[in-house]
């Protein structure tokens, strides 16, 4: 069983629709849990950053966690075509070592 | 705005032949990476460097896979020789520090591998 469990699944939703992702996980001990973007032939990049179970919010997009069920989601309002990507999630137990589910690609049609 | 450099953006190259891919990471990063990203999956840590120093190698096939960061900047990642099955985007990123918490980590557009 993979640390991080992402169903790979491409996801095709219509313009202004939300876009619910989710991971889960095996190792209690992950405290950083982050979602990156990646366009097509482009490296990762950053999207949320959350340290504790809860909400955070930043613009249409809301990254969820639950460490009792080892679970985390990424949500997007709103979505708009340029949101058309490859959704990672990742996590850490602080020492930067980074461990990323297979990712979502997700296309948003106009 | 400061980025992650690597080259070559694209490499083919033969089975059994070596290959090289060089990064230049963000001025001032001391922790260094290199992920291989296989089509469809997630990338996966090969080497982490704090400045000249390997502090995790530990998923690096070291019969055929090299890296170093001689000087603490830039770092080359090796294959020798190459197989089939190395065929994949080869990302390095970097981060201000790896000790005492985690950092944003900072990602190249990776060199895409292709073993013929």
């Known amino acids: 069983q993979k640390e991080v469990e992402q169903d790979p699944g491409p996801l095709s939703v219509p313009e202004g629709a939300i876009v619910s992702l989710n991971c889960t996980y095996s190792n209690s001990a992950f405290q ?24 955070k919010e930043d613009g249409r997009f809301t990254a969820q966690v639950d460490k009792s069920s080892k679970y ?19 996590m850490n137990w602080g020492n930067n070592r980074l461990a990323f589910g297979k990712g979502n690609q997700v296309v948003v049609i106009p | 705005e400061a980025e992650v450099a690597q080259s070559p953006r694209y490499k083919i190259t033969e089975k059994s032949q070596a290959v090289a891919f060089w990064c230049d990471p963000i001025s001032g990063h001391a922790t260094l990476y290199w ?8 990338p996966e840590l090969l080497v982490q460097f704090q400045d ?34 190395d065929s994949a985007m080869y990302l390095c990123a970097s981060s201000p520090v790896a000790s005492g918490g985690t950092y944003e980590q900072y990602f190249g557009p990776g060199t895409r591998l292709t073993v013929t």
């Open chain 1, 32 to 55: 950083y849990f982050m979602w990156y973007r990646q366009y097509s032939r482009k490296g990762p990049e950053l999207l949320m950053y959350t340290y504790s179970s809860g909400n």
């Open chain 1, 72 to 90: 985390i989601s990424l949500f997007i309002r709103d979505s708009q075509p340029s949101d058309s990507a490859t959704y990672l999630c990742a």
């Open chain 2, 35 to 42: 992920y291989r990203q296989i089509l469809g999956q997630g």
């Open chain 2, 52 to 85: 000249e120093s390997v502090v995790d190698d530990s998923q690096l096939p070291k019969d055929r896979f090299s890296a170093e960061r001689l000087k603490g900047v830039d770092s080359t990642l090796k294959i020798q020789p190459a197989e089939l099955g």
